[in-house]
Structures are given as C-alpha cells and as structure tokens.
C-alpha cells in the first residue's frame, strides 16, 4: 500500500520492529470516572481519570508499541511516554447523547487535527457508533462526518484510524445472543464499506465478528452462551478480514485478558490476517480498585505486577498470530 511520508511514519510509529501493532488503549473517559468514583467517592472525576491515565502509561504504555490517549485528560499522561512510544489521540468526546436518536459523534472542544500532530500525535482514532439498520438519515450523517475527519488527516498527512462501533438501534443487549446473530453482518459490512479511499481511512480498529464466549467450546467462561458453532465463527472471521482492503487491527471489547488472547489465537486459526490490537480494559480494568482504594503505592505495585504479566500475556499472543503492517 503506497502511503504518504506523514501516514507511513505513523504506521512504523505505532508498530513494533516487526511491523506488529501492540498499543494499549488508555482513552476511556466517562466509564473510568464512573468506576473509579464507585470505589471512591472522594477522588474528583478529573483528578481521577488523569492520574489513573499517568500510571498506565508511565508503566504500560512504555512497554506497548503505542499508546492510545484522549486530549481531554491525556496530556499529562502523553508526558510519562518515551519518544519512541508512537502517540495515538482519540478525536471524539466520550459517551453519546441518550437523549438523542442514532448515537451521533461529536468532536473533542479545542483541538483540530493539526492541534494535535503540533502536540505530538503520530495518529489520530475517531470512534462512531453505527448500525447498519439504523434509520439511514443517520447513517447517512455519520459517513459524511468520517470523510470529514479522513480529509482533516489528509489535510495534515496523518495516519486516520477509524473505530466503528456496533450497537443496536432496537435495544437488543450488545453482549447477548439475540445482537450476537446479527453482529457478523455488521462487522462485515463495517470493513468493505469504510476500506473505501472516500472516507480515507487508514487503519480500521474493530470488533471481531464473534466474541468468544459466544463460540461453542468454551464453556469455561462464565458469560458463556453458545452462538456459533467454531465452523461458523471461523467463517466469519475469515470473510470480514477478507473484505478489509485496509490493514486492520482488533480492540479487545471489554472482555477478561484470558478471553481476548483465547480470541487472537482463533482469529488466527481462523485464517484472519489482523495486523495486531489495540487493548484497553484486558490489560488495566482490574487495577482501578487499588488506584481507588489503597493509594498509588499499591495502584503502581498491581501496574507493575498484574499490568505488565496481563500485556506480556497479549504481547506474547498477539507475536504468534498477528500478520505485519505493509
């Protein structure tokens, strides 16, 4: 793939030696402050976010190939990274108005994309909700404002990776079996239609078609309820990776550390050639009740135990199953 010299480097920014994508998502905003203030109400929401943010990427961020930030409360944590940690910043504001139909994006107030390649971003990553049987007014809105963003990164020779995520317009749960059925069209549908040069993508961030407790055999997991059986998933795995014309890496989806490297290891028997993850929760969730409750001695002493053993866990995986960048 012929990229231009601001995009290639922000690919060989964010990748390993081997060309592998191993970043840590360090973004969450309003889920984080929730948690954190339900362990502790008397840590402020912002104080809570940005310190737990400084010390996943004091000690996670500079062992990931790149680091995933929101230039809302990252800044400070931005700061804790080594220069050769490729810096990626979400450009959506957190959440979603409830209050609305369709989950419309909305952007950070402050920052325009070259505001933040000027900060020091190799990468720019814009979440959006979507549906594909949503009413299509709404779709229609959220793939011009893509195109939006991929000009504004165009505009500033910047890597562009897009997040689109499934939901259901209808209300079904996203983790049950009913929105299970339907989850692979829109997975697939997500990588041939956002491969398309219009929207001028770079590097698609997605949810895999299956998650892995909805896969028969793996009754271990407690939120286990088969789906599919592993014939079909796999089947699903391999024609939405076949339908990307872009590189493509997974987000773990808020599953345990063990689920989503049980999850890479699939993909790849499946025939998925993902070109690494971007993990978030499977790495750090279980560290927010010592940030919260026992102070940051202990906060660090989990990071450094618990944090590292959880990355090298998904590093080690993500080494035997990723294919490289190119």
Known sequence: MQRTPGKQKGIEAI???????????????????????????????????????????????????SFLLDPEYGWDAAKKLNKDIGLIMAYEKTGYDASEKGRLPNLVDYYAVQDLVEAGADAIKLLVYYDIDEEEKYNDMKKTFIKRVGDECKQNDVLFILEPVSYSAAGLDSKGADFAKRKPAIVAYFMEEFSKDMYGVDLLKVEVPVSIYHIEGHSQYDNYEPVYSKEEAAAYYRQCSEKSRLPFI????????????????????????????????????????????????TYVNWLETTGIKNLENVREAVRETATPVR
């Open 250 to 297: 997974y987000l773990s989806g808020g599953v345990t550390n063990e689920q989503f490297i049980d999850t890479l290891h699939f993909a790849k028997d499946a025939g998925s050639t993902f070109n690494g993850c971007l993990c978030g929760r499977a790495i750090w969730k279980d560290g927010v009740r010592p940030f919260a409750e026992e102070g940051e001695e």
């Open 15 to 65: 990748s390993d030696e081997n060309g592998i994508v191993l970043a840590t998502a360090m973004d969450q905003r309003g889920s984080l402050g929730k948690i954190i203030q339900s362990y502790n109400d008397s840590i402020t929401y912002d104080e809570g976010v940005s310190k737990f943010k400084e010390g996943v990427s004091e000690v996670l961020g500079n062992k990931s190939s």
